[in-house]
């Protein structure tokens, strides 16, 4: 299981201040999904915590694989789900994970992310 914290104002920050930062964490959908917000930030910041808490969740630290290596996308339904490829997918394989559970929550000033990883 991993967890992370996000604190939005900060990453909104980071995400004004590093031209390309966004492109280079997160995936053409993830963009696009957290654009049709007000507030694209705050979706963000729940997807960057995601890819943190499946890195702790792996054991790893940063350096382990591409953020763009975890994807949070949406189940049919609604409900945020995890799509690994390259080094992230090869680590899990390896950690013999076959499943992932996510959660994610936000407010203006926070988000949070829950991944737990299912052998």
Known sequence: MG???VEVPRFR???ERRAGLAERLFSEGERAYAGRANDPAMRLAARFAAKEAVMKALGVGLGAFKFRDVEVT???GGAPELALTGGAAALAAK???RAWHLSLTHTDSMAMAIA???G
Do not use: H
Request: hydrophobic share 55%; proline share 7%; glycine share 0%.
């Open 116 to 118: 737990l990883a299912l």
């Open 13 to 15: 920050l980071a995400l």
């Open 3 to 5: 967890t992370d914290l």
């Open 95 to 97: 950690q013999d994970v």
């Open 74 to 76: 949406k189940r049919p």
